[in-house]
């Protein structure tokens, strides 16, 4: 069993920045790709970003494309959501996720985090 942990969310004032974490309990190399995504109160759970393996391949939603960045650290097992020019729209629960989805959108992920909240304060 996989265990992710997120870190890195809070506050954060419209236009300013912040980075999440999602530590793996294994190398993730052996996890596979990751993804981020988010929930908002009274929504259903959207795709934010995707890493693949090698860190080679990345994605975006288009409402985050230009502000958000995914990047992963193998030697670290943990992979970060830079977030700029944050908005009020970008609050929510950010969740990371990881596995060999067929569609890095859409899933299936194998292991999901607990979630980490990220406000945005217009």
């Known amino acids: 069993q996989v265990h992710l942990v997120e870190s890195g969310g809070g506050l954060v004032q419209a236009g300013g920045s912040l980075t999440l974490s999602c530590a793996a309990s294994?190398?993730?190399?052996?996890?596979?790709?990751m993804g981020w995504f988010r929930q908002a109160p009274g929504k259903e759970r959207e795709f934010v970003g995707y890493?693949?393996?090698?860190?080679?391949?990345?994605t975006y939603a288009d409402s985050v494309k230009g502000r958000f960045t995914v990047s992963r650290d193998n030697a670290k097992s943990t992979v970060y959501l830079q977030m700029n020019s944050l908005k009020p729209d970008d609050t929510a629960v950010y969740y990371c996720?990881?596995?060999?989805?067929?569609?890095?959108?859409?899933?299936?992920?194998?292991?999901w985090g607990q979630g980490t909240q990220v406000t945005v304060l217009s």
């Open positions: 890493i693949s393996w090698l860190g080679d391949v990345t």
């Open positions: 294994e190398r993730t190399f052996s996890i596979g790709a």
């Open positions: 996720a990881a596995g060999a989805p067929v569609a890095v959108r859409k899933g299936p992920y194998d292991f």
